[in-house]
């Protein structure tokens, strides 16, 4: 077991517990690559690492002896993307700024490259890949996870805009409407209506002012969200409106102001403020 020991202490000590197999094929230059593919193989069953994916491990702490043992999740993520362009977002980023009480079992990674499988999942956690084109690929920001740990997060008002481009990964347009309560006097107003305009989704600005006006947030940049008379015309002669929320059903009525269907009861989306 000496060369199983002598791997955890190497990337132990130079404070690297995840690493491919690769990293430990030029740290043990003296052992073939099949042998040491069978050695981590040898490692991952007697749960001395944990197997992200493949050729990428993560060393269990001495003190988690459990075979279902898995790492902070964004600390996962972080190192799947490893010389990747990616930032946590949608739900998960909604998680790092505090705006959830329940996590959900899915990780929310975007990227700027096309992944697949665009889900994998590790030890019974599901980690999504969300490609955004560079136009969107943006408002990233080096976040704290811990007293440790950074990751790059989608910043606050990143984060909604993200939301409402796509609600269904974001819990819905309810866990949305309560996130936009809660930081109605934290977000940087100006740099919302910047990313707004930056990504380029008007649906998400109607969206975004829809639950505003719901919830009497008002905004001097409200109506300039709005301001689309052309695209509104063309929606009512059409009657192609997008749904307010893409993770509830295709019904309800239409909003024309908005330029919505409004398939949430308004009702519940308010009450959820207080609950």
């Not at 007697?46 to 002896?65: A, F, S």
């Not at 996962?76 to 490893?82: D, E, F, I, S």
């Not at 950074?150 to 409402?164: A, H, N, P, Y």
């Amino acid at each position: 077991m000496k060369i199983e020991w002598d791997i955890v202490k190497r990337f132990s000590q130079s404070d690297t517990p995840c690493f491919s197999t690769e990293d430990v094929r030029k740290e043990f230059t003296q052992v073939s690559v099949s042998h040491l593919r069978n050695i981590l193989m040898s490692m991952v069953k007697n749960n001395m690492l944990v197997r992200l994916t493949k050729g990428l491990y993560y060393i269990v702490p001495l003190e988690h002896n459990n075979p279902n043992f898995i790492p902070n999740w964004h600390l996962v993520a972080k190192y799947l993307m490893r010389n990747k362009n990616y930032y946590i977002g949608y739900y998960s980023a909604m998680q790092i700024h505090k705006l959830i009480t329940q996590p959900s079992l899915t990780e929310i990674v975007v990227t700027d490259i096309q992944i697949k499988p665009s889900k994998i999942e590790i030890q019974g956690v599901r980690f999504q890949f969300v490609y955004h084109n560079k136009n969107r690929f943006f408002g990233v920001k080096n976040t704290w996870i811990d007293d440790f740990n950074k990751v790059k997060c989608s910043d606050l008002e990143k984060t909604i805009v993200d939301s409402f481009i796509n609600p269904h990964y974001s819990g819905g347009i309810i866990e949305i409407a309560k996130a936009v309560h809660e930081t109605r006097d934290k977000v940087d107003l100006s740099k919302l209506f910047n990313y707004f305009t930056s990504a380029g989704s008007k649906v998400a600005a109607r969206r975004y002012v829809f639950i505003c006006d719901l919830l009497e947030i008002s905004s001097s940049y409200h109506e300039s969200l709005l301001q689309n008379h052309d695209e509104l015309l063309k929606l009512n002669q059409t009657g192609s409106f997008q749904r307010l929320d893409t993770s509830a059903p295709d019904e309800g009525k239409i909003n024309t102001r908005y330029g919505l269907k409004v398939n949430r009861d308004i009702d519940t989306i308010k009450e959820a403020m207080y609950t």
